[in-house]
């Protein structure tokens, strides 16, 4: 009903299109009024860059309107599958990079292989990775995102701590430290058991992977030798300087945070500005540093988003256009000074403070095993099954590993 | 049912005047025009429910995943989806622990449902205004929201339950986690779910409770019979009817269970707490596996319409 509805609306919007144009155009969709429909997610760019791009996109091409609408990162995969099966889908959308890789090998994403791109060589790895399948580009790095250790400077200070710890002992230390200076429920680094984007890293640190792929094959990792290790690395350092439950994820670390309930998280950028907002007593006292590792920093999970093109879309050219605009060096160093990591290493200059530690940070970083059959492990809980499981006690890092690991095999060979 | 028989009371007062009063010309019209009123009820089936219900039913042999959805192309399976879920282990670990999470719900939902309508009648003016008050605003409450207060009243570090309890001295139930296991996420599901379910209960029970003639109870209390003798032997029975449309419409509701648990636990931990509509919605929803999602709903309203079925028939055989 809807869709003959909109159907009978695009047909009379046409005509009148075609009438306008003086009937003479072939091509009613270049000269023509033209509508880009962008689709980005809440929380990302802020709305005085989407408007200036935007200004700046309709001044070029007089004709088009660019209409930008957000989306709740919640539900957003229903919103998504519903419009790119639909007539009229939109023209590009933001999404978050661990999305793209199911909807490129679905054939609903245009093919972007071949146009050009500012800073393409420079580009976030993660993000490039993450966009790609089967050697093609679909998704266009946006711009990134990993986690730092952000803390208090004034426990810091009031427990004789000065240099911010460069390896992973170090940190152990100083967060034990800290913990034995705080009260009972108090945390030196506040780490939830089930907190995987932050746990995974220490299997990286160690040479571990969560799977690997050879041909068609995926074979899953944690029972390894270095994954172990890191595993029982990770739980022997969440022993040492956390009292966060084993069964709790990272929702809360905010107002951990702020209440004064821990000295240290592991977080973004963009919680700090949160975190200032809701608890202005401590607003001046935030700072961060890099996650130290065993050998220098720690490999951090590289999030973020990329932007692709519907394959149905009516104005590919446009879309094009738009997100090659966005990912330009223009823009991204905007996003950059509001907070968010540019898509390429080669803005450095353009960032200050704690988005700087992490687009350093962002120099080592692993990403989830590119298969389209991730999201079932993802749904599963796999990961922080394992996690809580060792966090409680419950099983042996061994045992959990093992168990992990044959679910991901099951998980990730199994047909499509 | 109601279709079958509105049309029947609507065209026969016009067929008892028609042919005296009116001429024949008119008959016509009014032989059309019971189908005309069916029209919108039909409809409305239509939509809500034979749409829906066909449209699975033909998902269920269909591969339709993301790939099919976003280029509009149909792969039919034939019977692959039915197979591919009956010998999934996990389907016949969720479908026992569904039909006991159920039953369970069931039995306490009518049992606490009883007890607050017997207490309804029996209790004094304002007694009863304050308990009527208190079902109402339950049942009033919107499922999100009753389950999000659930989980923070359990959660581990903000919540008011270990707080309570460890405050009064009942226990050391500081950071006790009751989500982190799958007993105790459980126990906090039926919670949840009871708790939502018993003021239609008991307001159900409550009005049949009212229509129990008084000189039925006056006589057996008469004749010596305990209150627990006059419930078993003279109210349950007479309120059976009441019973078995609650005991249907509670397996149907508690079976096909989502909100509460996808906003507690998600079905976790360790997916002890995945009950079919975990199930489906990841299948489905998070999957993009279309096929599979539906195949399982078909099965489970199959199974659902089956056990309604069943119920319904033994207990009209037994009223009979």
């Not at chain 1, 860059?49 to 957000?70: L, R």
């Not at chain 1, 995974?200 to 995926?218: C, H, M, N, P, R």
């Amino acid at each position: 009903m809807m869709k003959q509805l909109a159907r009978w609306g695009i047909a009379a919007a046409a005509l009148v299109a075609l009438t306008a144009a003086g009937c003479s155009s072939p091509e009613p969709a270049d000269d023509g009024p033209v509508t880009l429909n962008v689709w980005l997610m809440k929380d990302s760019a802020p709305d005085a860059v989407v408007s200036a791009i935007n200004a700046e996109f309709q001044a070029a091409h007089p004709n088009v309107t660019v209409k930008a609408q957000i989306l709740d990162w919640d539900g957003r995969d229903v919103k998504w599958k519903t419009a790119l099966a639909s007539d009229n889908p939109p023209d590009v959308l933001e999404m978050g990079n661990t999305d793209v890789l199911a909807y490129s090998a679905s054939g609903g994403l245009a093919d972007l292989t071949g146009k050009t791109f500012e800073n393409s060589d420079t580009w976030l790895k993660g993000l490039t990775e993450a966009g790609s399948y089967n050697g093609k580009l679909y998704g266009v790095p946006y711009y990134g995102g990993d986690r730092v250790v952000i803390y208090r400077k004034d426990l810091w200070q009031a427990a004789g701590l000065t240099a911010e710890p460069t390896t992973l002992a170090e940190l152990k230390d100083a967060g034990a430290k800290l913990m034995a200076k705080g009260g009972k429920d108090f945390s030196g680094l506040y780490f939830p058991g089930r907190y995987q984007y932050a746990a995974l890293s220490f299997v990286y640190d160690a040479g571990g992977t969560i799977a690997t792929q050879s041909g068609e094959k995926w074979t899953a990792g944690l029972s390894s030798a270095q994954a172990q290790q890191g595993l029982t690395n990770w739980a022997d350092f969440i022993k040492a300087v956390s009292k966060a439950p084993a069964d709790v994820d990272e929702a809360n670390l905010q107002d951990v945070l702020g209440q004064e309930r821990t000295a240290m998280i592991i977080g973004q950028a963009w919680m700090v500005g949160q975190i200032k907002n809701k608890y202005p007593k401590i607003a001046d006292q935030l700072a961060a540093f890099p996650m130290p590792g065993t050998q220098g920093t720690m490999p951090v999970f590289l999030g973020g988003s990329n932007l692709v093109s519907a394959a149905g879309s009516k104005h590919p050219e446009l879309a094009y256009e738009w997100i090659k605009m966005m990912a330009g060096t223009k823009y991204q160093t905007q996003l950059g000074q509001a907070g968010l990591m540019p898509n390429t290493t080669s803005l450095e200059s353009a960032v200050t403070g704690i988005t700087l530690i992490q687009l350093k940070a962002a120099s080592r970083s692993w990403f989830t095993p590119t298969s389209t059959q991730w999201s079932n492990v993802d749904n599963a809980k796999v990961l922080m099954d394992m996690l809580q499981a060792i966090a409680s006690g419950d099983k042996t890092v061994a045992e959990a590993a093992a168990e992990a690991d044959q679910k991901i095999n099951d998980m990730l060979n199994a047909a499509a | 049912m109601s279709i079958v028989t509105t049309p029947r009371s609507v065209a026969s007062p016009p067929a008892a005047q028609t042919p005296a009063a009116r001429g024949p010309r008119r008959r016509g019209r009014g032989r059309g025009l019971p189908y005309l009123l069916l029209l919108p009820a039909t409809l409305a089936v239509f939509v809500t429910l034979l749409y829906p219900v066909g449209s699975m039913l033909g998902l269920s042999f269909q591969r339709a995943n993301l790939a099919d959805l976003v280029t509009r192309t149909t792969t039919w399976v034939g019977l692959d989806n039915y197979a591919n879920v009956l010998t999934d282990e996990f389907f016949w670990t969720v479908l026992p622990r569904t039909l006991a999470f159920a039953a369970v719900c069931v039995a306490l939902t009518l049992a606490i449902g009883t007890v607050c309508a017997l207490l309804l009648q029996r209790a004094s003016r304002w007694a009863r205004i304050f308990l009527s008050v208190s079902l109402v605003v339950t049942w009033a409450t919107p499922v999100i929201i009753g389950a999000a207060v659930f989980r923070w009243l359990f959660d581990t570090e903000f919540g008011v339950i270990n707080y309570v309890l460890t405050t009064t001295g009942l226990c050391e139930c500081q950071h006790h986690s009751w989500l982190g296991d799958p007993i105790g996420a459980f126990v906090v599901l039926v919670a949840i779910v009871v708790w939502g379910a018993v003021p239609f209960a008991a307001m159900s029970i409550y009005a049949g409770l009212l229509t129990v003639p008084t000189e039925l109870t006056e006589a057996a209390r008469v004749d010596g019979a305990t209150g627990r003798r006059i419930f078993v032997s003279i109210i349950f029975p007479l309120l059976r009817p009441i019973y078995a449309i609650l005991t249907v419409l509670s397996v149907i509701w508690d079976t096909k269970v989502f909100p509460q648990v996808w906003l507690t636990t998600k079905g976790g931990p360790y997916q002890g707490t995945v009950m079919l509509g975990v199930y489906i919605y990841n299948k489905g929803i998070n999957n993009s596996q279309f096929g599979v999602a539906s195949t399982v709903a078909v099965l489970m309203t199959i199974m659902l319409v089956g056990l309604s079925w069943l119920y319904i028939r033994t207990l009209r055989g037994e009223t009979r």
